[in-house]
């Protein structure tokens, strides 16, 4: 017995010996007192500023699908993490540069006017490509890749760009998919795709036969008359690459300026939509409340008030994007102007939803999957619906590769808590 104690001793001795060998690499937490203290991180890079133009939505619950009616109709009580949401609709000039973006991009690596990094990888010198003069003919007649052809200009002599040829490519990881296919390798759930970034003008004709709209199909996007205004004509792959490339774009920023990364911007979900819309109020029929018009008889949002009459609310087509009035949440026309594209894909009813908390279904469908997996829910109503189509709990749908002139889009962010409000 007393050789056993003895070993047992000498082992217990020898483990104390290997951890006092081992307490430069053990002492991460600066405590040496035996109690785990947890890894220390290093110090963390500061988080970006608040972000610009958006609004903070709390964490909350709310009866999705409720009506003044019955509060508890549609798919009952969820709740929400908080996020930041666009204060407006995204506007022509946004989007115009992001289009713009695309443009120098193309033509930076015509021209050469990029840097190879140390592992290989191009980037754009931006300080040259920012400067590109698109009224040299001369440069023009370098940067074959996106200008029309001689046989499709009006006028030989003034070379044009080719609006579809300005691409954007984006890179990307499926967490939904690699949540479903445990123990595969990463690069299964890589994703990439390309897709033309101009918007569609020609919808103001193709969404309304019969009538006059060819003003606005040359003006409504490249008339700087129209910046404030929201873009439409843009489908819903356009809008979720217009918010990969918002969210890359912030990323180098705060990169080189040594602040932490990693903030993503997307579309909002169905039910952070709504939530948002309502302003914290449950029963509301309207971001604003129950009626169409206050109490001095000002209307509330651009919508149809009856059959052949747009203009009551002082405008026929979309307004500007901070017209009208705000819901308690500080956000502008999430009734009416423009419909807005969601990241939910449309399922008739709410039964769908199997969670009660940050409920959504997003599929990812390719070009060959069948149209039900291409519904994508749009909500809010547009300057074209009447009243009943721009309530908070109105549901529509529209396939993610069509394009129109009465929806838009906004954008949400979601930022760590450590960042102040």
Same mark, same amino acid.
């Given at each position: 017995?007393?050789?056993?104690?003895?070993?047992?001793?000498?082992?217990?001795?020898?483990?104390?010996?290997?951890?006092?060998?081992?307490?430069?690499?053990?002492?991460?937490?600066?405590?040496?007192?035996?109690?785990?203290?947890?890894?220390?991180?290093?110090?963390?890079?500061?988080?970006?500023?608040?972000?610009?133009?958006?609004?903070?939505?709390?964490?909350?619950?709310?009866?999705?699908?409720?009506?003044?009616?019955?509060?508890?109709?549609?798919?009952?009580?969820?709740?929400?993490?908080?996020?930041?949401?666009?204060?407006?609709?995204?506007?022509?000039?946004?989007?115009?540069?992001?289009?713009?973006?695309?443009?120098?991009?193309?033509?930076?690596?015509?021209?050469?006017?990029?840097?190879?990094?140390?592992?290989?990888?191009?980037?754009?010198?931006?300080?040259?490509?920012?400067?590109?003069?698109?009224?040299?003919?001369?440069?023009?007649?370098?940067?074959?890749?996106?200008?029309?052809?001689?046989?499709?200009?009006?006028?030989?002599?003034?070379?044009?760009?080719?609006?579809?040829?300005?691409?954007?490519?984006? %890179? $990307?990881?499926?967490?939904?998919?690699? #949540?479903?296919? +445990?123990?595969?390798?990463?690069?299964? /759930?890589?994703?990439? !795709?390309?897709?033309?970034?101009?918007?569609?003008?020609?919808?103001?004709?193709?969404?309304?036969?019969?009538?006059?709209?060819?003003?606005?199909?040359?003006?409504?996007?490249?008339?700087?008359?129209?910046?404030?205004?929201?873009?439409?004509?843009?489908?819903?792959?356009?809008?979720?690459?217009?918010?990969?490339?918002?969210?890359?774009?912030?990323?180098?920023?705060?990169?080189?300026?040594?602040?932490?990364?990693?903030?993503?911007?997307?579309?909002?979900?169905?039910?952070?939509?709504?939530?948002?819309?309502?302003?914290?109020?449950?029963?509301?029929?309207?971001?604003?409340?129950?009626?169409?018009?206050?109490?001095?008889?000002?209307?509330?949002?651009?919508?149809?008030?009856? %059959? $052949?009459?747009?203009?009551?609310?002082? #405008?026929?087509? +979309?307004?500007?994007?901070?017209?009208? /009035?705000?819901?308690? !949440?500080?956000?502008?026309?999430?009734?009416?102007?423009?419909?807005?594209?969601?990241?939910?894909?449309?399922?008739?009813?709410?039964?769908?939803?199997?969670?009660?908390?940050?409920?959504?279904?997003?599929?990812?469908?390719?070009?060959?999957?069948?149209?039900?997996?291409?519904?994508?829910?749009?909500?809010?109503?547009?300057?074209?619906?009447?009243?009943?189509?721009?309530?908070?709990?109105?549901?529509?749908?529209?396939?993610?590769?069509?394009?129109?002139?009465?929806?838009?889009?906004?954008?949400?962010?979601?930022?760590?808590?450590?960042?102040?409000?």
């Amino acid at each position: 017995m007393k050789i056993k104690l003895r070993f047992y001793h000498l082992i217990f001795c020898s483990a104390i010996i290997v951890f006092i060998g081992c307490k430069a690499k053990l002492g991460a937490s600066g405590s040496e007192d035996g109690i785990v203290h947890g890894a220390k991180y290093g110090i963390a890079p500061k988080g970006m500023d608040l972000p610009s133009n958006m609004v903070y939505i709390p964490t909350g619950s709310f009866q999705l699908g409720a009506n003044e009616i019955s509060p508890v109709s549609g798919g009952g009580s969820v709740s929400v993490n908080g996020f930041w949401m666009d204060k407006y609709e995204v506007t022509n000039a946004q989007y115009h540069q992001f289009v713009n973006w695309v443009r120098d991009s193309l033509a930076a690596l015509q021209l050469g006017f990029v840097h190879i990094t140390q592992d290989g990888d191009t980037t754009i010198d931006w300080a040259k490509a920012g400067k590109i003069n698109y009224k040299d003919s001369v440069l023009l007649g370098k940067l074959t890749n996106i200008m029309l052809p001689a046989e499709e200009l009006l006028n030989p002599s003034r070379p044009e760009i080719d609006p579809r040829k300005l691409v954007y490519r984006a %890179k $990307g990881y499926d967490f939904n998919a690699a #949540a479903h296919h +445990p123990g595969q390798p990463r690069r299964n /759930f890589f994703y990439e !795709y390309t897709i033309p970034v101009y918007p569609d003008t020609l919808v103001w004709i193709k969404d309304f036969d019969y009538s006059y709209n060819i003003a606005m199909v040359r003006d409504y996007f490249s008339n700087a008359s129209y910046a404030q205004y929201p873009v439409i004509g843009v489908n819903w792959r356009q809008a979720s690459a217009f918010a990969h490339w918002r969210t890359n774009y912030l990323n180098q920023y705060l990169g080189k300026k040594k602040l932490a990364i990693g903030n993503t911007y997307r579309l909002p979900t169905e039910a952070e939509w709504e939530y948002a819309a309502r302003g914290g109020h449950n029963n509301f029929l309207y971001p604003w409340g129950n009626y169409l018009k206050n109490n001095k008889g000002c209307i509330m949002a651009n919508f149809k008030e009856g %059959k $052949g009459n747009y203009t009551d609310d002082e #405008a026929l087509y +979309p307004a500007r994007v901070d017209s009208y /009035f705000p819901n308690d !949440y500080g956000l502008y026309n999430m009734s009416g102007n423009v419909a807005e594209w969601t990241g939910t894909n449309f399922i008739n009813g709410y039964q769908a939803y199997d969670n009660d908390f940050n409920p959504n279904i997003t599929i990812n469908a390719t070009d060959a999957d069948a149209l039900d997996m291409k519904r994508k829910t749009v909500r809010g109503g547009s300057w074209k619906d009447p009243a009943k189509d721009i309530r908070v709990n109105s549901r529509n749908f529209e396939y993610m590769d069509s394009a129109r002139s009465y929806i838009g889009f906004r954008c949400v962010i979601d930022i760590p808590p450590a960042t102040k409000k």
